[in-house]
């Protein structure tokens, strides 16, 4: 199964990323984590601690790996590389794993706009289309809003798109935007998932105007969510209701899609 949570900034899509990651991985998935957010921060929604990841480079920043896979030189632009670079050993060299979870940041390619047909941007495609499309594991993708990294050649491989929403107009327009753009791409299946609710009515509110998006459900707005945050710790070891709440929006998903629990 492969899932991409997206969403605008601030929402809580990492915060559901780690935690649909370390359920999966506690009910015996083999599970990999993919933060393909610029802003990473899906380690600490993991529960891993910081100085485990002190030193770990993004895969989009490992110049010299990615000159040996691509044959091309660091820096330069309008040269010949390889467009099929071998990736089949990364997930396993490069990943960090924690409670079950094995752990890949991807970052970005920060030179060219991120559409540029750069080795950066080859190795991280080459690299996501291996675990979309030859591995056997649950990837679950921590994506920025914009899907820079799902191009149309893997963009069907994912099973469910889950798009993190708060209460409030905008989001729910970024919500309609990114299933316009998921449309494009041809993912199949699109979800909503409503973070930081504070009343029934609240919810209810929000569901009455997702112009026929399928709802998973909802995480409560709740302080030991909001103290793990700001101590860099896992909701999921932090609060055993954000646990349950993972735990019914991981049973509607596996109930929309047909998958046995």
Not at 194 to 213: A, H, I, W
Not at 232 to 250: N, W
């Amino acid at each position: 199964m492969k899932i991409a949570v997206t969403g605008k900034g601030g929402v809580g899509k990492t915060t559901l990323a780690g935690g649909l990651a370390r359920l999966l991985a506690e009910e015996g998935y083999n599970v990999v984590a993919v933060d393909a957010d610029p802003d990473a921060n899906l380690a600490s929604s993991l529960g891993i601690p910081e100085e485990e990841m002190e030193g770990v480079v993004p895969i989009a920043d490992m110049k010299e790996l990615i000159a040996e896979r691509t044959d091309s030189k660091p820096g330069t632009f309008g040269t010949y590389f390889k467009m099929n670079p071998k990736v089949d050993d990364l997930p396993e060299a490069l990943s960090k794993v924690h409670k079950g979870v094995r752990l890949l940041v991807m970052g970005t390619v920060k030179e060219g706009g991120g559409g540029c047909v750069c080795p950066e941007s080859v190795m991280l495609k080459a690299l996501l289309q291996h675990l979309l499309l030859a591995r056997k594991d649950v990837v679950i993708m921590d994506m920025e809003a914009g899907l820079e990294h799902l191009g149309r050649g893997t963009a069907g491989a994912v099973d469910a798109m889950i798009v993190v929403i708060e209460p409030g107009m905008r989001s729910l327009q970024t919500a309609n935007s990114i299933r316009r753009l998921a449309g494009d791409l041809k993912v199949r299946r699109v979800f909503v998932v409503l973070n930081k609710v504070q009343s029934p009515d609240e919810e209810e509110l929000v569901r009455s105007r997702l112009d026929g998006m399928p709802y998973l459900g909802s995480i409560s707005y709740n302080q030991n969510i909001r103290r793990a945050d700001l101590e860099g710790t896992s909701p999921y070891d932090a609060d055993p209701a954000f646990v349950e709440e993972i735990r019914r929006i991981k049973e509607r998903l596996f109930q929309e899609l047909g998958v046995e629990a």
